[in-house]
């Protein structure tokens, strides 16, 4: 078993900034990629952004120049520090892990509860 535990979300005013942890726990050997996806309501859960096993890191087009992800293998956390926040960033934000080795065999496309970011005057 994979679990995920997202923390760091909140209420910011815009032009704020907010860092997001999501700490891997379980028995596991090797995590694969992960990412930060957001979802606003009334539409679709979307990617954020994106860090591989070898730390190469892809951003939405939203998030480029503004977020950073960032991890620690030995923590087995994945970080989300978000700059210069804007309202249309609001959103339930979900930490993802794409495959995980564990004492059990792979486990694949596991998900946090998600951490509400409120950006709001």
């Known amino acids: 078993q994979v679990q995920l535990v997202e923390s760091g979300g909140g209420l910011v005013q815009p032009g704020g900034s907010l860092r997001l942890s999501c700490a891997a726990s379980?028995?596991?050997?090797?995590?694969?990629?992960m990412g930060w996806y957001r979802q606003a309501p009334g539409k679709q859960r979307e990617l954020v952004a994106h860090?591989?096993?070898?730390?190469?890191?892809n951003y939405a087009d939203s998030a480029k120049g503004r977020f950073t992800i960032s991890r620690d293998n030995a923590k087995k956390t994945v970080y989300l520090q978000m700059n210069s926040l804007k309202p249309e960033d609001t959103a339930v934000y979900y930490c993802?892990?794409?495959?995980?080795?564990?004492?059990?065999?792979?486990?694949?496309?596991?998900w946090g509860q998600g951490t509400q970011v409120t950006v709001s005057s």
């Open positions: 379980g028995s596991i050997f090797t995590i694969g990629s």
């Open positions: 860090i591989t096993s070898g730390a190469s890191t």
């Open positions: 993802n892990v794409d495959r995980a080795t564990t004492p059990r065999g792979l486990v694949y496309d596991a």
